[in-house]
């Protein structure tokens, strides 16, 4: 089972700011198998990146993933206040299926 | 616009069977593949399984041997069940609809999630 490790476990910054988080895998995940989702308190995940770099329908042009291998990164360029959440990566190139711990990406 | 929507009881005694349900509206189950995801209160997220309608399935081995997933087309409804559970199985279950691209695995959309408590 691959493993997902995320950093920071919490971010602290402020709107306008950028933010860099991280997601590193305990082996490497084929094809770039990665996703990024962020969810809101109380709500269901939303999908942000696919294919490690692909961003979703409706998301905006803030948001974008990066890296292979084992070493992937989620970059919001210019944090919205609506952007504070928690941020889950998730790898499909290998059974079963896992997330992340989760960034939790809070006002500073 | 796709949209799903759990449903089913929100307490289940501890060595019973919790069994939900995620009624699809704006696509048509038969076309797509469908998904059970869970997360315990205050913990990160945990694949069940997934299920197409010709059938094809998958499970997380660390739950397979006590779960069941089936779709009921005739409905547009697909289901969980989920036998002797426990304590450690209380989480926000959520359904979701998997990509269709082969080899791919992401999820979008979700339903808003159930909260399902496992006590006596």
């Known amino acids: ?108 | 616009q796709v949209q799903l929507q759990e449903s089913g009881p929100g307490l289940v005694k501890p060595s019973e069977t919790l069994s939900l349900t995620c009624t699809v509206s704006g696509a048509s189950i038969s076309s797509y593949y469908w998904c059970w995801i869970r997360q315990p209160p205050g913990k990160g997220l945990e694949w069940i399984g997934y299920m197409y309608s010709s059938g094809n399935i998958a499970y997380n081995p660390s739950l397979k041997s006590r779960v069941t997933i089936s779709i009921d087309t005739s409905k547009n409804q697909f289901s969980l069940k989920l036998y002797s559970v426990t304590a450690a199985d209380t989480a926000v279950y959520y359904c979701a609809r998997r990509s269709t691209a082969s080899g791919t695995v992401w999820f979008d959309p979700w339903g808003q999630g159930t909260l399902v408590t496992v006590s006596s």
């Open chain 1, 1 to 108: 089972e691959i493993v997902l490790t995320q950093s920071p476990g919490t971010l602290s910054l402020s709107p306008g700011e950028r933010a860099t988080l991280s997601c590193r895998a305990s082996q490497s995940v084929s094809s770039s198998y990665l996703a990024w989702y962020q969810q809101k308190n109380g709500q269901a995940p939303r999908l942000l990146i696919y294919g490690a770099s692909s961003r979703a329908t409706g998301i905006p042009d803030r948001f974008s993933g990066s890296g292979s291998g084992t070493d992937f990164t989620l970059t919001i360029s210019r944090l919205e206040p609506e952007d504070f959440a928690v941020y889950y990566c998730q790898q499909y190139g290998s059974s079963p299926i896992t997330f992340g711990q989760g960034t939790r990406l809070e006002i500073k």
